[in-house]
């Protein structure tokens, strides 16, 4: 079995090589010089920070120091902006692949936003409420200078919520005054925006019934299999079996669940919520992730860690249909010979958009000061969504290339033409 240390470095290995081959592909569409490659794929900072902390364990103290990364990837065409994770497996590496991408997914989406991304190297589970709170408000009290509404506005991520938001918008007020813009994704009394949580999985089931549309297939019936079952799974899939689609599989870190005539989506978040894991959900068949990534379904939707689909597990895949709804959980050689055997995949840049556009109104909403209703969130996210989808599709039937080809060959374009434009 592969050690941990080896695990984190082949992960941060599959971001960083993933990414550069998807955006070699669309490099070459674009031909573009040397001098415009190394201006697009330079990061403008970043920056590592040692964060100290006391853990009470077991009636002992002892002093652990723990490791914080922000990522200052483009902003060319706004502020920068990405999320903020806390997982024992953030790196470098991964987080200025995951910065990039999130350049690329702004630009695709046209919201005036650049690309970030940030997180600590911690499992938040092995820390008490109070130490992670502590934790996350002396990571802005190091990050501070290089924040700002109009400078850089983290988000949630994996393993962040609501909550963490609130504590770093209530840490960075402390000495720039109020400013409830400064982070998205905070809890809706504190100026959150309403539909916010579900935004992500909300638009990856919208770009679905996108896909099946252009494929001319029914969403009605069709069979659905989701790896992950976080906040963008989870939400993904409730909102897939509002439409009418069966998903018969759901996963977690601890396994997954299967049923032919699909899974009670709104009771296995209920159980979740009591529990914290789909483990012991009743009337199911237990199964494990390996065993999900090779049912056969009408769409695959990868909504967990990175590299998930590699080539260890493409032979696997029986589908015609993937929709990436983590970042990156497709590796670039599982890609190319997806490509070969003719499964449609949706990108992450476009599948997982909804989440960022929403950052964008809550962001929009803090300045105005003016409160949004759900409904109009919802309307405006999925057209910015609608838009994307037929300029992608568009593109990719024009130029004979793949959708995620595309997307990165507008993305860059368009972040290509704003730094000319500014005169970089």
Known sequence: MMDSAKMKEKISCCCRDSQAEFLNRAIHQLDLNAAQQQLLLQSFREVTVQIPLTIHSNNNERLHTFTGYRVQHNHARGPFKGGLRFHPDVQIDEVRALAQLMTWKTALVDIPFGGAKGGIAVDPSALTSQELEILTRRFVQKMSPILGVDEDIPAPDMNTNPQVMAWIFDEYSKSNGYAPG???????????????????????????????????????????????????????????????????????????????????????????????????????????????????????????????????????????????????????????????????????????????????????????????????????????LSHAYEDVHALAEEAGVDLRTAAYQLSVGRVLRAIELRGF
């Open 182 to 384: 400064i982070v998205t994704g905070k809890p809706i009394e504190l100026g959150g925006l309403q539909g916010r949580l579900e935004a992500t999985g909300s638009g990856v089931a919208y770009v679905t019934a996108m896909a099946f549309k252009h494929l001319d297939i029914p969403l009605k019936g069709a069979n659905v299999v989701i790896q992950g079952f976080g906040n963008v799974g989870s939400y993904a899939a409730l909102r897939l079996q509002t439409m009418g689609a069966r998903v018969i599989a759901i996963s977690d870190k601890d396994g997954g669940l299967f049923h032919p005539q699909g899974v009670d989506i709104a009771t296995a978040i209920q159980f979740v919520e009591k529990t914290g894991s789909l483990k012991g959900f009743a009337d199911v068949e237990e199964i494990t992730n390996e065993e999900l990534l090779g049912l056969p379904c009408d769409v695959l939707i990868p909504a967990a860690l990175e590299g998930t689909i590699n080539c260890d597990t493409e032979a696997d895949i029986k589908t015609n249909l993937i929709i990436e709804a983590a970042n990156m959980p497709i590796t670039h050689m599982a890609d190319s010979k997806l490509r070969e055997r003719g499964i449609t995949v949706v990108p992450d840049i476009l599948a997982n958009a909804g989440g960022v556009i929403a950052s964008y109104f809550e962001w929009v909403q803090n300045i105005q000061r003016f409160k949004w209703e759900r409904a109009t969130v919802q309307e405006r996210m999925e057209a910015h």
